[in-house]
């Protein structure tokens, strides 16, 4: 091994040294795409327009009016940089499902699932974590208070079953998540925010925890002659959590990470505009003999534009385009395509 030392989470390559293996096809699934594919909207404290998009905070879920259902398919192309070269191409595809309604007066209930695989094809490779398998999914259950406040809990699980090095060859890791949160309205504008307990465990991995908490504020307008639009901010802080190696299993770090969202809908009757971004900073030392280079912190850029047929009731039907970027010792970049559908079902 070398001195290349930072938290791996779903997209650490260690490449300070070639091995010398050769995979034509390489079943990979980069942290960029997983990691973030439950991220992409910011819906802390309000949900998003758009029916096929999960919320983050559970509480947010409470606030939709009109049950519905969807599924979501998207497509990925990618690469990245190191030293100049490009070491990899990135090819994807993935899918989610969603799904919203209420359950009497003050009850409400929305469920998250998503699948992703990435391919890597390339005639070598270096040493470092791969994920060949992973899922999520999330269930939030929310309660109203008098048109004034939502209560939400919801619980995530999101498992990746990894390639490491030679000695691990098929290991799983899962990040089981419970998260309490509120939102509470003020004529127009929404404040609140969460936590999320976070549980690791894994098979080559000493487990690990850390609490993150999150905080939101949005504007979302009334329905006024057939127009309503919504922004919000918020941002996550998850703290610095290490476990130390034990027997035979490793250490687990856990970096301390700063995450900010920007979202923006607007509806005019049956149509909708996206524009969302995310910009996560992950504080970490990491060292490249390869470059004799140095950085101490990875950022993490998405921008999302979409637009939506979405009718009151009926069906609807999105397009959205997403670009990522991970700059790292390496430079990763991914241009996504994004399809929905979906049906309202109407008050």
Not at 49 to 76: C, E, F, H, K, Q
Not at 180 to 190: A, D, E, T, V
Not at 192 to 208: D, P, R, W
Not at 235 to 254: G, R, Y
Request: aromatic share 12%.
């Amino acid at each position: 091994m070398h001195s290349y030392k930072t938290r791996a989470d779903h997209l650490l390559f260690n490449i300070m040294r070639r091995k010398q293996k050769t995979f034509r096809y390489l079943i990979l699934s980069v942290w960029i795409v997983l990691g973030w594919s439950s991220l992409i909207n910011s819906q802390v404290v309000t949900p998003s327009l758009n029916p096929t998009t999960p919320v983050y905070l559970s509480a947010a879920a409470g606030w939709r009016s009109t049950p519905s259902v969807g599924l979501t398919y998207y497509d990925r192309i990618g690469s990245r940089t190191y030293d100049g070269e490009n070491v990899y191409e990135f090819s994807s595809t993935g899918y989610s499902a969603d799904l919203n309604f209420g359950i009497g007066e003050r009850l409400a209930f929305s469920g998250h699932f998503l699948g992703d695989k990435t391919t890597v094809e390339k005639d070598e490779y270096y040493e470092g974590k791969i994920n060949l398998e992973s899922s999520e999914s999330q269930l939030n259950l929310t309660l109203s208070h008098e048109g004034f406040a939502i209560f939400g809990l919801g619980m995530r699980s999101h498992i990746n079953k990894e390639y490491i090095d030679d000695t691990y060859q098929n290991e799983t890791t899962t990040e089981a998540t419970t998260i309490p949160s509120m939102s509470i309205k003020l004529g127009s504008f929404y404040f609140g925010g969460g936590v999320e307990i976070v549980k690791e465990s894994s098979t080559y991995m000493v487990n690990n925890h850390w609490i993150n908490t999150v905080v939101g504020l949005a504007f979302m307008s009334e329905k006024n002659e057939g127009l309503m639009f919504r922004v919000e901010v918020s941002a996550v802080n998850s703290p610095e959590a290490n476990a130390t190696a034990k027997q035979d299993l490793e250490a687990s770090d856990h970096s301390q990470t700063n995450t900010t969202r920007f979202g923006l809908d607007m509806q005019y009757k049956g149509l909708v505009f996206e524009a969302f971004t995310v910009n996560k900073r992950e504080s970490t030392e990491v060292y490249d003999e390869t470059t004799d280079s140095s950085i101490s912190e990875i950022q993490t850029i998405k921008t999302q534009l979409g637009f939506l047929i979405a009718p009151e009731k009926g069906i609807v039907l999105g397009f959205h385009f997403i670009a990522d970027q991970v700059s790292h010792i390496y430079t990763d970049k991914l241009d996504s395509f994004q399809i929905s559908l979906a049906y309202n079902f109407g008050l």
